[in-house]
């Protein structure tokens, strides 16, 4: 998600401060790598202000993955809209996603290479993350095609060209390879 659709530019709040800072940490450098004093530090708030809104950083990292979620399914959405609303529309939609500044793959995805086994709730969010896109996705299908599998593997091609544009930092062979899959799929659909 290109970073100007990513947040509000002023938070109104000590709690919105803590939830911004934590998102473009957690998302530029690790969930891992981010220490609970580095928020607070940079969100400018009192240590017990941020344990007032977010007694662990769990509850801080689920709010992350709740906010992201929101955020990001707004702005896919809008984006699929905005480039036609059919499949193709994934590929100019994900190109803008793929070419900001700040990209570095999914936040979900990432989050349960670092976390999963140890934390069932990132399982769960993003497993309900991957099915609000996958459903975003049908929604471009013709209404025949909507309940066949198809949404289901345009859903895991998007997912692979997410983690190659992020692993090999070539967004261009990411989004030719969907491209590829997704004629074959018309093709054969």
């Known amino acids: 998600m290109p970073k100007h659709h990513a947040s509000p530019k002023t938070p109104s709040s000590a709690r ?23 928020v607070i530090a940079e969100s400018g708030v009192a240590k017990v202000t941020f344990y007032r809104h977010f007694p662990s950083k769990n ?26 609303g059919t499949p193709q529309a994934l590929l100019p939609a994900l190109a803008e996603w793929f070419g900001d500044a700040g990209f570095r793959g999914c936040a ?19 497993q309900r993350h991957k099915q609000d896109m996958t459903e975003a996705i049908r929604g471009l299908l013709p209404p025949p ?13 998007v997912d692979g060209a997410i983690v190659h544009a992020q692993l090999l930092q070539v967004p261009g062979a990411a989004l030719a390879g ?10 054969g659909a």
Do not use: C
């Open 59 to 84: 509850d801080l990292i689920q709010a992350f993955l709740e906010y992201r979620h929101e955020q990001w399914m707004a702005w896919f959405r809008a984006a699929l809209a905005r480039h036609g």
């Open 108 to 126: 979900f995805i990432n989050s349960v290479v670092e976390l999963g086994g140890s934390q069932p709730a990132i399982v769960a969010m993003t």
């Open 178 to 187: 969907l491209d590829r899959i997704l004629k074959a799929l018309e093709a």
């Open 16 to 38: 919105e401060r803590i939830l911004l800072t934590a998102h473009e940490l957690f998302y530029r450098e690790g969930i891992r790598a981010t220490g609970i004093d580095r």
């Open 145 to 157: 095609e909507r309940y066949n599998p198809i949404a289901e593997a345009i859903a895991l091609a």
